[in-house]
């Protein structure tokens, strides 16, 4: 039916993406593409201590935490890749 809704997605590993979809009068796909952010040697995600989660393509901004304390990082995720933050 014609609308707007909310598909909310958790996937495996932890795999989370909301998207507000608007559907007219005509059938619709809506496509929800991830990637990988993997915490540099020595290197721990923030929060949840992973070395490796993932994330919606895109620009994202991490935590990263080792033996100096937390900072942020931004990375660019792409379609099906890993990319280390450090």
């Not at 201590?49 to 919606?56: C, R, S, V």
């Not at 935490?65 to 890749?81: C, F, I, L, Q």
């Amino acid at each position: 039916a014609a609308g707007s809704y909310i598909v909310d997605l958790i996937g495996a590993g932890g795999a989370k993406a909301t998207h507000t979809v608007k559907i007219a009068n005509q059938n619709m796909t809506e496509k929800l593409e991830f990637g990988f952010v993997q915490a540099g040697p020595g290197r721990l995600l923030q929060p949840g201590g992973l070395h490796q989660a993932p994330f919606e393509v895109g620009s994202r901004t991490v935590t990263v935490s080792d033996e100096a304390g937390t900072h942020p990082v931004t990375v660019r995720v792409k379609v099906g890749a890993t990319v280390i933050a450090n």
